[in-house]
């Protein structure tokens, strides 16, 4: 160990580089699909190491004096990025002649941006880096600091955040209902970096032992919690989950409207039984029996959902879609589908909001939701009159791009618990929702999304466990419908009661889970993790002061 440390530190060079490129990179094996977190106690103690062989002049500018470090973090952040996001590219080839010029932009240059994040968290660990064990706090804690920046600074995108790695099975996301992703963020980075200090003399055996101790609360904090809460079903209330696996190349194109619209009444009528869409499946869940001989039961309410932008039409341009849907759904069915919402005369002109409708069985629109946090580039283009000036244009196919609705609500449902919409790309934020007290929460979050465009990539899984991690530290079930998948149903700890994979077509017919008990997130949001975070940072700036000391 101490030989591998000594030849990390002095490493200079090319070799300097490509090894902090690969060290980044190693640790997106600790994300899904693959979800191999032992990556992350090899690619931490390298950073650990590389940052410990930083040279600075003290004659230089602070800025230069840093600049080492900051590298030395840009660079394990590229390789984390590029390692980790590659996939976005595949969304320019959805429409290869209008964007696949774009794909070095999205597979190098956002990396490249998202890579400061980790450069400049790096130069705050520095300025307070000592020469004991103790120095992992301080890379600790400026990773989550950065962490938790990348999640609200020009718009936020806390994609694969750190915390994600110490997290690949329910029983390990536990403690993102305590103190959040961000939480998870500091908790990983002191686990991973652990082994690092086995070469130290000072403060070797306190950290380890505080390593130690995290890790085995993360795990029996995540067992006792599972153990205790086992799963219950809202009673009398059904689902019905439809995933139709449309392409992205077909789902706005003119002449396949009617059989991408007949495809979801189709698997919405298979009710159980086979379905007339060829490959399609029916996930029945473990809760479904029948009722016992003679017993007289009322009909279950039964939700029906459909994915984001369901319709590739404006429904309320088409009455006639309106009546279909009205005589497919059975009494007590209600729909709640992702759909175009226009407010004005027709779309050149008018605002456009990517939504959610609420239809019950008498084809009535009686809710809608809209996206209040939208995906740049995706959904509207930052900067239009500009970037427009240099051929770019956001990739969803709607003049002018999607407006932001103005604000986010739960929808109240006869003969169910209530709901809140999270379409698409919104919940990848847990900072963002507000749950309510434990009066007027939700009874489970509903997230329509459309994952098409990725193809069978790492992107598709990668969505879910966010959208996993999120329903968990809120403490409120998972529904989620996926145009190409992965749809599930999760109860609040997140585990799964059904589910479809990637590619596949078919519905998900399972029971309601029951919402959990209030989480101390969804209570207090980050506060939890700010005093974790502020714990971590004394116990670093101390050290520093007393390496100072003793220099002095």
């Not at 410990?52 to 840009?74: E, Y």
């Not at 465009?453 to 999120?470: S, V």
């Amino acid at each position: 160990m101490d030989r591998l440390a000594g030849w990390v530190l002095l490493l200079e060079g090319w070799r300097r580089v490509v090894l902090t490129i690969a060290a980044g990179a190693l640790c997106t094996f600790a994300l899904p699909p693959y979800n191999f977190p032992a990556v992350g106690f090899v690619g931490f103690p390298l950073l650990v190491w590389l940052l410990d062989g930083v040279v600075v002049d003290p004659g230089r500018s602070l800025i230069r004096r840093m600049a080492p470090a900051f590298v030395t973090g840009w660079l394990f952040g590229f390789g984390y990025f590029v390692a980790g996001l590659w996939w976005l590219g595949a969304a320019m080839l959805v429409d290869a002649a209008a964007f696949a010029a774009f794909i070095p932009l999205a597979v190098l240059g956002l990396p490249a941006i998202l890579a400061i994040y980790y450069g400049l968290a790096a130069v705050l660990a520095r300025l307070v880096w000592g020469d004991s064990a103790l120095r992992i706090f301080a890379l600790a804690g400026a990773f989550a600091l950065f962490e938790y920046l990348r999640a609200i600074l020009f718009t936020g995108f806390p994609w694969n955040e750190i915390g994600v790695m110490a997290a690949p099975v329910p029983l390990l996301m536990q403690t993102s209902s305590l103190v959040g992703v961000h939480g998870l963020t500091l908790l990983a980075v002191i686990v991973f970096s652990s082994p690092a200090v086995l070469i130290d003399r000072r403060g070797r055996g306190p950290v380890l032992v505080v390593a130690s101790a995290l890790l085995i609360f993360h795990l029996g904090f995540g067992f006792w919690r599972m153990q205790v809460n086992p799963t219950e079903f809202v009673e009398n209330v059904r689902l019905r989950v439809v995933q139709p696996n449309i392409e992205q190349s077909l789902k706005w194109e003119a002449t396949q409207a009617e059989s991408i619209f007949d495809r979801h009444i189709r698997l919405t009528e298979a009710r159980g039984e086979p379905s007339t869409v060829p490959g399609a499946t029916i996930a029945l869940s473990s809760d479904t029996k029948a009722p016992a001989t003679g017993a007289a039961l009322p009909p279950p309410k039964t939700l029906v959902i459909w994915p984001e932008s369901s319709f590739p039409f404006l429904l309320t341009e088409r009455p006639d879609a309106i009546a279909r849907i009205a005589d497919t759904l059975q009494p007590n069915e209600t729909l709640i589908a992702g759909a175009a919402r226009i407010e004005g005369p027709d779309i050149a002109t008018s605002r456009v909001y990517n939504s959610v409708y609420v239809i019950d069985d008498e084809g009535e629109i009686v809710a809608a939701r809209d996206k209040t946090h939208l995906v740049p580039f995706g959904e509207y283009l930052p900067f239009q009159e500009i970037l427009e000036g240099f051929g770019l244009s956001q990739l969803a196919e709607m003049p002018g791009g999607f407006s932001a609705g103005a604000a986010r609500a739960k929808v109240a449902l006869d003969g169910a618990p209530s709901f809140l919409p999270l379409i698409c790309y919104e919940i990848i934020f847990p900072g963002e929702i507000d749950v309510g007290t434990a009066e007027t929460r939700p009874g489970f979050l509903v997230n329509d999304t459309n994952d098409a465009w990725y193809g069978a990539t790492p992107g598709p899984y990668q969505h879910l466990r966010l959208a996993e991690l999120t329903s968990v530290a809120v403490g409120l079930p998972l529904v989620r419908s996926a145009n190409t998948g992965i749809s599930v149903v999760n109860d609040s700890y997140g585990r799964q009661i059904g589910g479809l994979g990637l590619g596949s077509t078919g519905t998900i017919e399972v029971g309601l889970p029951r919402a959990g008990a209030s989480t101390l997130f969804a209570r207090f949001a980050s506060l939890p993790f700010w005093l974790a975070f502020a714990i971590t940072w004394v116990v670093a700036v101390v050290s520093r002061l007393r390496m100072r000391a003793r220099i002095d």
